[in-house]
């Protein structure tokens, strides 16, 4: 029987295991990368949240440790986009993956350069649209999943993509183990991609006591808000989501432009550069300017919980796979724990 567990993934890419490292804003840095990528994984570094210099560092310190490949993500709206695409193309990663904004001229800029483009998707639709657009793999993210998330399960969603499109397909959303792993190949899945649970690892930089919320929240307790930046986005429910849950419009509105002269201040972006990001956001999707604003600013939220270490006054992103995540291991032995699991329930299937 030929390896179950080396994919397309591990074949495009290189990577070891079919596993993903997602790219977590603050979370994803050059550390975390490094150790999930030494245990075997595909890691991909948060370059949505970093300005070009900054991703250059974090590139520059990566490949100063390890030889192994690894990605970046990043997003179209972001300040300085088209510098990190010429960075990434630049630098040669292996992998770039992106949520909102793609267009088929970056994609095939990438493609000449051999950078393998996996985009996060969340709905049936958005998968088409990617494939038609040339990326060579789809990550499916179901609803369970971190961060901002669609309205359909995984266990849903992952097979439609998988029977209407002709690529390779990466699960997300929910996954933490190597029953995961075991079910996410037997739908026919090139791999599991794992936000949350990566976030909870030693390699992670969460401060300890933010770790510890996602370790005490309950699966029902991590919920979809679209008050944060106008899209449904998954995190655990504390005093600051539920004051967000219950503002006005108007409180939101304000709450936005803090944070977003926050983000201004911790990027170095002018107001016009900001603005740009603004427009070019509303004019390639159907946000609003107030929404557009939130967007750009709620990254500042997730920053003061997870890089401040304040998790009642900011925003804990998460997948409901926390409420079940009761350790913190090293990246090595999450993987060789996933790894073992998988290959024991694979091998107990078959008799
Ligand atoms: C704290 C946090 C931050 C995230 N930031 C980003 C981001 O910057 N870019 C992105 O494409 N996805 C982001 N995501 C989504 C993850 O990359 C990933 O798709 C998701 O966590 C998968 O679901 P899981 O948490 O159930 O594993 C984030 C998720 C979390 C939990």
Redesign the pocket.
Known sequence: MADPFHTALCERTGCRYPIIQ???????TPDLVIASCQAGALG?L?G??MTPPELTTAIARVKAVTNAPFGV?F?MFQPGAEEIVDIIIREKVAAV???RGPNADMIARFRDAGILTIP?VGALKHAHKVAELGVDMI?V?GG??????GGVATTVLLPQILDEIDIPVVA?????DGRGLAAALAYGAAGI???????LCKESPVPPGTKDKYLNARGEDIIVSSKIDGLPQ??ILNEKLRKIEQSSPLLRWREAIIAGLELKKQTGASSLELLRSLRSMTAQSEMTLTQAMMAAAS?ML?RKA?VEGKPEQGI???????GRIEEIPSCQELIENIMSDASARIASLCG
Not at 22 to 28: E, R
């Open positions: 997602t790219a977590m804003g603050w979370v994803a991909f948060a949505a949240v993500n997003h993956s992106f949520g996060t990550s993210q369970e999943g971190g961060g901002h998330t997300a959303g929910g996954f933490g991609a794992m936000g949350t649970r990566f976030l998954r995190a990254p997730i997870i804990m992103a998460s997948g409901q796979v926390a």
